[in-house]
């Protein structure tokens, strides 16, 4: 008895394992939107090329990214918080990055200081492209 259930505990770990994400964009590179098992986990991570590792970079509740070649810029609601929007600027290009900070990552922002930002690295051609209107 103690064997069905340690081999039916293995089989279901490994077929969960093996079924991904429930979400899985690419957003640019290897710059995913990525959420485990329900849509309202949505983070920004970076993917390992040729692996299945990713590492969120902008925590969940990411709803709407936007990219150029240099940047991906995000809004997110804190762990689905939707009276809160926090925004965030990615550097694509390693070249762009601010060592100390994770994957040169700016933010959480306020609209006010997300704009300041934008204006300040010249960033006056990215729109949100990629939006999840059920997230907003």
Known sequence: ???FFFITF???VLISCSLG???DTKVVGDYHLTATDVIEQMSLSYCQPNSNGCSGIIEPTVFSVGFNKDYIIAKQHPNDNRNTTNY??????????VWGNYFG???PLTLNQFNDKIAELHIDNIKFSITEKSLE
């Open 1 to 3: 008895m103690v064997k």
């Open 10 to 12: 293995l089989l279901f």
């Open 21 to 23: 994400f429930a979400v």
């Open 88 to 97: 965030f600027i990615v550097p694509v290009n390693p070249k762009k990055r």
């Open 105 to 107: 990552t700016i933010g």
